[in-house]
């Protein structure tokens, strides 16, 4: 199984961008897929998560700007990064959780910057 991420990039302070997550190959279907960020010299955080049956969980810091959602056909998460800040600048990982196995991306960096 492989996670390829895409959409990060340099953007406004202000600005959007929206994160992509496809997964290749056989994943268990009961799963948890979302998003984390590793800043420069600081820890790898939560972002958002989205489960199987619908259940969502955001990071209090981009509660309201950022907007997580799944194509579980299609094996896909996405993430809409709306009102963008300096301290949203990291690199942004996707994951699949299972009961099996944990499954991570290659990270995609997202700089906000003026």
């Known amino acids: 199984v492989q996670l390829q991420a895409s959409g990060g990039g340099l953007v406004q302070p202000g600005g959007s961008l929206r994160l992509s997550c496809a997964a290749s190959?056989?994943?268990?279907?009961?799963?948890?897929m979302g998003w984390y960020r590793q800043a420069p010299g600081k820890q790898r955080e939560l972002v958002a998560i989205?489960?199987?049956?619908?259940?969502?969980n955001y990071a209090d810091s981009v509660k309201g700007r950022f907007t997580i959602s799944r194509d579980s056909a299609k094996k896909t998460v996405y993430l809409q990064m709306n009102s963008l800040e300096p301290e949203d600048t990291a690199v942004y990982y996707c994951?699949?959780?299972?009961?099996?196995?944990?499954?991570w991306g290659q990270g995609t960096l997202v700089t906000v910057s003026s």
């Open positions: 190959g056989s994943i268990f279907s009961a799963n948890v």
């Open positions: 994951n699949i959780n299972t009961k099996f196995k944990d499954y």
């Open positions: 989205i489960g199987s049956g619908g259940n969502i």
